[in-house]
């Protein structure tokens, strides 16, 4: 799910980069706005 988020912002900001993606989607996580969750089946 994080490359998907960071693919999209790569792709709506023209002069990002790795890097920038992963600091704009370090934030929402950093700030409680985003929480990641892990699903495992078995």
């Known amino acids: ?3 998907a ?3 999209l912002f790569r792709e709506h ?3 990002a980069d790795e ?3 992963e600091r704009w989607l370090d934030g929402p996580v ?3 706005r985003y ?3 892990v699903y495992a089946a078995g």
């Open 1 to 3: 799910m994080r490359e």
């Open 5 to 7: 988020f960071r693919t």
């Open 13 to 15: 900001m023209s002069d």
């Open 19 to 21: 890097t920038a993606a």
């Open 30 to 32: 950093r700030d409680g």
């Open 35 to 37: 929480i990641e969750d």
